[in-house]
C-alpha cells in the first residue's frame, strides 16, 4: 500500500460533532517521530477528543487519521495499541482490586490479544522480568503485591504510564499527565519521559500545566474551538497573541506560564 503521508502521526482534517457542536473542526495535526510534542489549548477546544479519535475511542466523521503512513480511522483501540500506539486517560483507567503487578499482565494480553491468554498464561517469566524492569524503572516495584486502588493518584499515573509501556510502543498519548500530582512525581514523571525520548519514544502530551509542557516539549500545539490554529516552539507559543487570546485573559496566562 502506498503511504498516504510521510508523517509518523498525522490527523487530516478530523470532524466530530455532538448535537450542534463540533468538538473537532476540520483539526490537522502533525507528529514528528523521535520528539516531545505538546498540545494545549482552553477548556472545551478539543484535545481529549481529539486523543480519542487518534486512539479509537472515538468516531470521526471526516477526516483521516493517519500513522507510519497508513490510515488507522475506524480501527478499534486495541487494534491501535497492538500497532504501537499506547495512551493514558485524563482519569486513571487501571484495574483497582488487582495488584499492580497484574495489572501489568493486563496490559501484555491487550498487546498479544485476548485469544494469547488461553494459549499461554499470562505471567511467564519474560513477562514478569519486563513488568519488575518497569516497575523499578516508575519507582513503584516495591508497591507491585500491592492493590492498585490504595495507590496514591500521582502513584496511579505512574502505574498508568508502566501499564503502556509493557507493550513497548513506539508512539505514547499522555492526557494530563501532570494533572493533580505532587511537585516531586511532576519532577519525576518529566525524567521519565525524557530519558524514553532519548531512547526513541515518541509523545504527543495533552496538559495544563504549562510549565511542564513549556519546559518538556520540542513543539507545542495550539487548539481552539476544535482545531490546530498554532504550531510552534515552546517560547514562540509562549508570546503569540493568538495564544494569550485563546486563553481568555492574557495576565492569567503570563501568570500560569512563568518559569521559575
Not at 85 to 110: D, H, P, S, W, Y
Amino acid at each position: 500500500m502506498t503511504a498516504e503521508t510521510d508523517a509518523f502521526l498525522e490527523v487530516k482534517n478530523a470532524t466530530r460533532s455532538y448535537g450542534g457542536v463540533k468538538a473537532l473542526d476540520n483539526c490537522s495535526i502533525k507528529i514528528s517521530e523521535g520528539k516531545i510534542t505538546g498540545l494545549i489549548g482552553p477548556n472545551g477546544s478539543g484535545k481529549t477528543t481529539l486523543f480519542n479519535a487518534i486512539t479509537g475511542y472515538e468516531s470521526i466523521e471526516g477526516g483521516d487519521v493517519y500513522f507510519r503512513g497508513q490510515s488507522i480511522t475506524g480501527k478499534t483501540p486495541e487494534q491501535i495499541f497492538a500497532l504501537g500506539i499506547g495512551r493514558t486517560f485524563q482519569l486513571t483507567k487501571i484495574f483497582a482490586r488487582m495488584t499492580v503487578m497484574e495489572n501489568m499482565f493486563i496490559a501484555t494480553q491487550r498487546k498479544e490479544g485476548w485469544l494469547r491468554s488461553v494459549i499461554r498464561p499470562a505471567g511467564s517469566s519474560e513477562e514478569l522480568d519486563r513488568a519488575v524492569e518497569i516497575l523499578k524503572f516508575v519507582g513503584l516495584l516495591k508497591l507491585a503485591e500491592s492493590p492498585a486502588g490504595s495507590l496514591s493518584y500521582g502513584q496511579r499515573k505512574l502505574l498508568e504510564l508502566a501499564y503502556i509501556l509493557i507493550a513497548d510502543p513506539t508512539l505514547l498519548l499522555l492526557d494530563e499527565p501532570a494533572g493533580g500530582v505532587n511537585l516531586s512525581l511532576i519532577k519525576e514523571l518529566g525524567d521519565h519521559i525524557r530519558y524514553l525520548n532519548s531512547l526513541g519514544k515518541t509523545f504527543l502530551i495533552v496538559e495544563h500545566n504549562m510549565d511542564f509542557v513549556l519546559t518538556l516539549c520540542h513543539e507545542v500545539n495550539v487548539m481552539s474551538s476544535g482545531s490546530v490554529f498554532m504550531t510552534g516552539k515552546p517560547e514562540q507559543v509562549r508570546s503569540d497573541p493568538r495564544v494569550l487570546d485563546a486563553y481568555l485573559g492574557i495576565d492569567d496566562f503570563e501568570e500560569e506560564i512563568v518559569v521559575p
